[in-house]
């Protein structure tokens, strides 16, 4: 495959998984470990590369070194690579591209009938979550789940979410679940 047709396939890609993320763009889904990256700078061949936000949301560029990657935009973290490569290239035009989403991931354990982590490219509420892993399991308490979140001062809260007070109208308990929410189905 020559390189216009990769970088034409990438691009497809991208927007795709724009599509799939619904109101999120580029410019509002905050970078998640796991992530893959593609930075190119332009006219500089060698300063090509995909990149892994790693687990604790740096990735590491040639002459930049690492850069916290991890709660930034695609262009905020374009604007920080192209400040710190400038006193090496003149004016770099640097570009940052989403390839996978691969850190936006929710988990659900318990009486479902699929448990496991899922990767989600969009938003999703708690119940589309629930749907994801199959719907409830025959000896689920649907009234005494709970969502899971860790904040980033490191503590974590418990919501609970009732199926039945959803299933007769409640639909403020439907929340829309972030990166790293655990739904506990007892």
């Known amino acids: 495959m020559n390189r216009i047709a990769l970088r034409c396939s990438n691009l497809v890609a991208f927007l795709a998984i724009l599509v799939l993320a619904g109101s999120a763009t580029a410019d509002s889904y905050k970078l998640q470990p796991g992530d893959i990256l593609e930075v190119s700078v332009w006219k500089e061949p060698d300063l090509e590369r995909d990149v892994l936000v790693t687990p604790d949301g740096t990735i590491a560029f040639p002459l930049v070194g690492g850069v916290d990657a991890g709660k930034m935009s695609v262009e905020q973290l374009s604007n920080e690579i192209a400040s710190k490569l400038e006193k090496y290239i003149p004016d770099p035009v ?93």
């Not at 991931?105 to 979550?129: H, S």
């Not at 749907?131 to 025959?138: E, F, R, W």
């Not at 969502?147 to 418990?158: F, I, K, P, S, Y």
């Open 94 to 186: 640097v570009t940052v591209s989403l390839k996978q989403m691969l850190g936006n991931r929710i988990y659900i354990l318990g009486k479902v009938n699929k448990p496991g982590e899922f990767v989600i490219n969009r938003n999703v509420d708690i119940l589309q979550a629930l749907s994801m892993a199959g719907g409830l399991n025959p000896f689920a308490d649907g009234d005494a789940i709970q969502v899971l979140r860790r904040h980033q001062d490191g503590n974590q809260t418990a919501t609970g979410f009732s199926y039945s007070a959803v299933e007769k109208g409640d639909l403020k308990q439907n929340r829309i679940l972030l990166p790293g929410d655990v739904i506990l189905v007892p």
